[in-house]
């Protein structure tokens, strides 16, 4: 064995996971009836909102719901524009919007684009962002099929925390990406993102391991991949929260 699958068996070694959850085609889910009217597109991709038990991602009413949802997230972003609400628009190369599905069942939210994101304008794409993309699949999604964003878009210098008056500009365009995606669950990932989206001042220490409801939505706060590269031994609690919202996910809504 080698390759990507050592790598992520190595990861859910470290995490202390026992069993792995086989991400079968939807026709040999277990739950497969279930899922069926919940996809329809035959690959097992669970968390992905969809209509009705007679619908199926093809059919013309999904994809104009869709199409309208893209071509409003497309209209914040416009809206947002060349943005200069804040001085950390002097620092940055670019803005880093979000991505991922507009349709998502499950939003990750974490703090503020790094260097590496600054450069390629996607959230999450440093080791961090590495991190991330193997936290979601160890619940059986892809990174395609969640929505990923920050509380404030552009880099701070340094890396430095985001200061209140940045978060008092920018988040307004994260609270309208979150009403048009409409998720079931997010995952709060950190301090800052944790406490803006609950508006507290509690430490993430006690925000983790509870489940919120805010925006009609259930909100899970975890811990920053940053801080699980210093502080490895904090997965097993990441993966506690992570089962949580594997379990939502599975509830029927
Ligand atoms: S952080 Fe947000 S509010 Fe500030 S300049 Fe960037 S996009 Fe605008």
Redesign the pocket.
């Known amino acids: 064995m080698s390759g990507p699958l050592q790598h992520y068996l190595k990861f859910f070694e470290e995490m202390g996971i026992d069993s792995i959850r086989l991400n079968l085609p939807a026709s040999q889910h277990p739950q497969a009836s279930r899922l069926a009217g919940k996809e329809g597109r035959g690959e097992g991709a669970l968390g992905v909102k969809a209509g009705s038990a007679s619908e199926n991602v093809f059919s013309p009413p999904v994809l104009a719901r869709a199409a309208g949802r893209a071509a409003h997230m497309r209209e914040i972003r416009d809206d947002?524009g060349d943005?200069?609400?804040?001085k950390?628009?002097r620092h940055?190369t670019q803005?880093v919007f979000g991505a991922g599905a507009e349709h998502a069942e499950l939003m990750f939210v974490g703090e503020a684009p790094g260097a590496d994101e600054d450069a390629q304008g996607i959230p999450f794409v440093g080791r961090a962002g590495q991190l991330l993309t193997r936290i979601i699949e160890s619940i059986g999604l892809k990174r395609d099929q969640v929505y990923i964003a920050n509380i404030?878009?552009?880099r701070p210098p340094q890396n430095r925390n985001p200061e209140p008056d940045?978060i008092e500009?920018?988040s307004p365009f994260l609270l309208r990406q979150i009403a048009l995606i409409q998720p079931r669950i997010i995952c709060a990932l950190g301090k800052f993102a944790a406490q803006t989206l609950l508006e507290t001042t509690a430490p993430i220490s006690q925000l983790r391991g509870r489940v919120f409801d805010k925006f009609g939505a259930r909100v899970v706060p975890t811990f920053h991949p940053s801080y699980l590269l210093r502080n490895p031994a904090g997965k097993r609690e990441v993966w506690e929260d992570m089962k949580t919202i594997r379990r939502m996910l599975d509830e029927r809504p």
């Open positions: 947002l943005c200069v609400r804040c950390l628009h940055r803005i404030i878009k552009c940045e500009k920018c």
